[in-house]
């Protein structure tokens, strides 16, 4: 490796690590689909990169589960009413806005503010 270039990878590397954002705590959604529309709430706890929390909405509630990678987040949940896949990016400390797939109740898009 070129001299210079190995402290030069390293300080991208934690540079990046230190603008993944941490998308902890609650979150309210707009969700716009093909068949209508709707406002859940997330409870999200992040660790890394990895993601969990609770789903609260016309589903009922449901375990999320995701990554958060810089500045993209995606994450997901499955209940006995159906399942969704969310992806998108982090906008700022509380803002988020992406796509959706809530399967046979369709496809959206959605925006999330930090509460």
Known sequence: MIPGMKTLVTFFALAALALAADISGKWSFEVVLDA????????FTQTGETITGMYHGQFGEAKVTGTVKGDKV????????GSAKYSGIIVDAKT??????????GKGTFTAKKN
Do not use: Q
Request: hydrophobic share 25%.
């Open 96 to 105: 988020m806005k992406g796509t959706v797939d809530y399967g046979e109740t």
């Open 36 to 43: 209508g529309s709707g406002s859940p709430t997330f409870e």
């Open 74 to 81: 995606e994450f997901g949940f499955g209940s006995d009413a």
